[in-house]
């Protein structure tokens, strides 16, 4: 399956985590970005966090900086999203997506165009 598959959605109440993980699919590109962006009801997708290497550099978006963190497991290059104090706006469809070494050149990692193959998305509810 030449895509991402997300696991680790569910349903969680206001103040819950949840860890979302990306594992690298079999690609005929040498992956140098993942990033995770979600996707609420009546709203447009939204940039939550991306990560790079080798460099190791990661970004946030404002509505989660301090609560989320992204990291990336060397031993087998998945990619995990750690959620904290989740509120009920967190909510939303949350996909992963790979991009190759444009990402070396300068590529914007908050644009969901730069990337090339994206996960079919795995849910996160938050009840207040």
């Known amino acids: 399956q030449v895509q991402p598959v997300e696991s680790g959605g569910g349903s969680v109440q206001a103040g819950g985590s949840l860890r979302l993980s990306c594992p690298p699919p079999?690609?005929?590109?040498?992956?140098?970005?993942t990033g995770w962006f979600r996707h609420a009801p009546g709203k447009e997708r939204e940039f939550v966090s991306a990560?790079?290497?080798?460099?190791?550099?990661?970004y946030y978006a404002d509505s989660v900086k301090g609560r989320f963190t992204i990291s990336r497991d060397n031993a087998n290059d998945t990619v995990h999203l750690q959620m904290n104090s989740l509120k009920s706006e967190d909510t939303a469809i949350y996909s992963c997506?790979?991009?190759?070494?444009?990402?070396?050149?300068?590529?914007?990692?908050?644009?969901?165009?730069?990337?090339?193959?994206w996960g079919q998305g795995t849910q996160v509810t938050v009840s207040s």
């Open positions: 997506a790979v991009g190759g070494k444009k990402f070396l050149q300068g590529a914007v990692l908050d644009s969901p165009h730069e990337y090339d193959y």
């Open positions: 079999p690609l005929p590109l040498t992956i140098h970005a």
């Open positions: 990560i790079t290497w080798p460099h190791g550099r990661t």
